[in-house]
């Protein structure tokens, strides 16, 4: 297991800037994602980590020691730094225990060990029956478990996965969620796992750190990610979250705040230090509205918390997403709003529909007053 740190780095290509300050602190054995869209910087940070770049400025500390800075630079094979690629990098002259245990053999482990902690690898990730197998012979999953034995087997203090899942069927993807939380579990190693899909970094990552245009925009739990985005970036790209604005904001204390949208007040989440504004934006989630049965009457006192009032939209288009409906809703005085909505695949409802809705949970964004 191992700390790290990162101190203000910056990474340019020509005259491109990729990593724009990007400071960072991951706990001893902590499994945090890079999550954020093509193109942010995700890999380059990975490969300054695994020392792939030389940083313009900033430093990359492993336990308190420096790896990458102004006046260091250690080569990746000196970082004991464990990596799993997309592409699974296996020789494919070697047998799966060769690929296994080539890193102890360059880094002159004597054979009677290498034997020792190849084995003992293989059983971790279940392949001790494929040991002398090529690459060629596995699947893309069982590929991926080779490349993860190979980090066990070189007790590497931090692995890091760049897209790991990203050549893998859909129906593999589940499976080798486990086994990525398996192996966290069982090595202890430090975990960063990039990636481009949320899913992946929600169901797998103790702590998230969204990238947008090389910086770090956002670093929590995925809880917090959901339910409170610091900026209308993460709102946007977290959950199929939806930016709205709202007039007349103002804070009630405990963390609420009361609002107008389109016409009706409404009680929103929101941080303890926000201030009264003319208009803000808020971050609402497709469960975070609810419907209301045709020509029931608004009962404010059963009503939801957050709710106190009703707002009119029209079903702009239903998509099946399998077990349930996804809707788009028009809202607002222009009937240009875009609301999200899901509902069970028993509904009656129908594109073009005009429907009643109440809000049962919304967060206003910080520092988004207009």
């Not at 499994?31 to 030389?54: D, H, I, N, Q």
Request: glycine content about 8%; overall charge positive.
């Amino acid at each position: 297991m191992s700390e790290i740190e990162l101190r203000s780095l910056k990474k340019s290509f020509d005259k491109t800037e990729v990593l724009r300050d990007i400071s960072l602190k991951i706990s001893s054995g902590e499994f945090v994602a890079v999550l954020g869209p093509s193109g942010c910087g995700k890999t380059t940070l990975l490969r300054a980590m695994a020392g792939f770049e030389v940083l313009n400025s900033g430093s990359i500390l492993i336990d308190g020691i420096e790896v990458s800075g102004p006046r260091t630079h250690l080569p990746p094979e000196k970082r004991n730094t464990g990596i799993v690629f997309q592409n699974y990098a296996l020789w494919p002259h070697m047998s799966v225990a060769e690929n296994v245990g080539y890193g102890l053999k360059v880094s002159g482990i004597k054979r009677k060990e290498r034997y020792t902690r190849v084995n003992l690898a293989l059983e971790t990730v279940n392949l001790m029956d494929m040991a002398e197998r090529p690459p060629a012979e596995l699947s893309g999953g069982q590929r991926q478990r080779v490349a993860l034995a190979r980090c066990l087997a070189m007790k590497s203090r931090l692995v890091l996965l760049d897209e790991p899942l990203a050549n893998l069927d859909v129906h593999l993807r589940s499976a080798m969620e486990e086994e990525f939380a398996n192996f966290h579990a069982r090595s202890g190693a430090t975990m960063l796992y990039i990636t481009h899909d949320q899913s992946e970094a929600m169901s797998l990552a103790d702590k998230v750190a969204v990238m947008d245009q090389g910086k770090i925009v956002q670093f929590a739990k995925p809880l917090t990610l959901f339910r409170e985005p610091a900026n209308q970036m993460v709102a946007r790209f977290i959950g199929e979250g939806r930016v709205i604005e709202v007039e007349d904001l103002s804070p009630i204390g405990g963390g609420h705040a009361k609002a107008n949208l389109f016409g009706t007040e409404v009680t929103l989440r929101c941080s303890s230090n926000e201030k009264a504004a003319k208009r803000a934006h808020i971050c609402l989630h497709p469960d975070d509205l609810k419907l209301v049965e045709s020509g029931k009457p608004f009962n404010k006192k059963t009503a939801d918390h957050f709710s106190a009032g009703r707002i009119e939209a029209v079903i702009r288009i239903m998509r099946y997403r399998g077990g349930y409906f996804q809707i788009e809703l028009v809202a607002g005085p222009a009937s240009n709003i875009i609301l999200p909505l899901t509902v069970p695949v028993e509904t009656s409802l129908n594109k073009g529909q005009s429907v009643s809705i109440e809000l049962r949970d919304g967060w206003v964004i910080p520092n988004s007053n207009c």
